[in-house]
């Protein structure tokens, strides 16, 4: 059976300072795809970054990067320099990766982050 | 960029009357899109993945003809609650993706539905 686990249902981080979400997941399929999305209290679902299961080097997109550490079946985001408006709420999802190219999301519980000024 | 609109974003029905959901891609065609389902302070649960042309495909234990899902075309998929129950209260997402490489799916802004 497919999971997600985020451990952590709140954090805090000062503004300026970084900040990493764990994810944990577990799989049986050999090929998959995970996924970062922010979720503000407006309700819209936000693409943040992606890492798939055979990419060699560690996602990055402007102050995300993902933390994808196989063995351990681990893919924290980590967000430096953090801003005001990061505050909100963070989803890691899986998919397995599908031929057909659907990519069928399982989410985790999410992270709500609150930046202090 | 990819946009996915979804209308009405909130909406508040009486018991036993129906709500229809609809969740377009702007600017792109998709043959595939997903439609979810958040409870307040919940993950996202997949409901239904709609297939353009053809019936959709239901996620275990989401009533079939309580959630009514059409995707006419390669822009449109709506969703209909039936018969809606205060139970049915809940916030719905749509989604689909731009393109075939892996990247992240466009969700739609949700649709806040209040059974009352």
């Known amino acids: 059976a497919q999971k997600i686990t985020q451990t952590q249902p709140g954090m805090f981080v000062q503004e300026k300072e970084a900040v990493t979400l764990d994810c944990t997941y577990d799989?049986?399929?050999?090929?998959?795809?995970l996924f970062w999305y922010k979720q503000p209290s407006s309700g819209e679902m936000i693409f943040l970054i992606y890492?798939?299961?055979?990419?060699?080097q560690n996602a990055t997109e402007g102050r995300y990067s993902l933390n994808f550490q196989k063995a351990r079946k681990s893919a924290n985001l980590v967000i430096s320099a953090s801003q005001l408006g990061d505050s909100a709420m963070y989803f890691c999802?899986?998919?397995?990766?599908?031929?057909?190219?659907?990519?069928?999301?399982?989410f985790g519980t999410g992270t709500r982050l609150k930046v202090l000024a | 960029g990819a946009v996915v609109s979804q209308h009405p974003s909130r909406v508040i029905c009486k018991s036993g009357t129906s709500v229809k959901i609809e969740c377009r891609s702007l600017?792109?065609?998709?043959?595939?899109m997903f439609w979810y389902r958040q409870f307040p302070k919940q993950s996202l649960m997949l409901m239904a993945t709609?297939?353009?042309?053809?019936?959709?495909?239901?996620e275990q234990g989401v009533e079939k003809d309580k959630f009514l899902i059409n995707h006419a075309s390669l822009t449109l998929s709506t969703l209909t609650v039936t018969s809606a129950h205060p139970e049915d209260s809940s916030f719905y997402i749509c989604s689909a993706r731009p393109g075939r490489a892996p990247v992240g799916y466009t969700f739609g802004s949700g649709t806040r539905l209040t059974v009352v």
């Open positions: 709609s297939n353009e042309g053809s019936k959709a495909t239901y």
């Open positions: 890492q798939g299961s055979y990419d060699q």
């Open positions: 799989t049986s399929d050999p090929s998959y795809g």
């Open positions: 999802a899986m998919s397995p990766t599908s031929t057909s190219g659907t990519y069928k999301y399982i």
């Open positions: 600017d792109f065609q998709a043959t595939t």
